[in-house]
């Protein structure tokens, strides 16, 4: 299974991104093969509809759940439709402690 988790930077000892459309990058993590691929999130820059093009960036790489600190309406309409689980960290973590947690 692919995971999209919202990453400050681009190494798995950075922290998760509170913020979903506007984070920095996308720590893809695969479940089956433990590999672990980090994307920009060219979309964070975007004067208006950052979540919902994000949103499209990372449904385009398969995965079946996201992580964040948080998500808006839109975004969470368009992974409703896309049947993508969406999971909600509060506190403070880095990517490696969410892979740990999968």
Do not use: H, W
């Not at 691929?37 to 996201?66: C, L, R, T, W, Y």
Request: contains cysteine; negative net charge; proline residues 1%.
């Amino acid at each position: 299974m692919k995971v999209a988790i919202t990453s400050v930077g681009n190494t798995v000892d950075s922290s998760v991104d509170s913020r979903f459309g506007r984070c920095s990058f996308f720590a893809l993590y695969d479940t089956e093969s433990g590999n672990v691929e980090f994307v920009e999130n060219n979309e964070k820059n975007a004067i208006e509809g950052a979540g919902p093009a994000a949103a499209q960036f990372v449904a385009s790489f398969g995965v079946q759940k996201v992580i964040s600190g948080e998500f808006g309406q839109k975004v969470k309409a368009i992974f409703d439709q896309l049947k993508i689980q969406l999971i909600v960290i509060q506190d403070e973590k880095t990517v490696a402690d969410i892979i740990k947690m999968l």
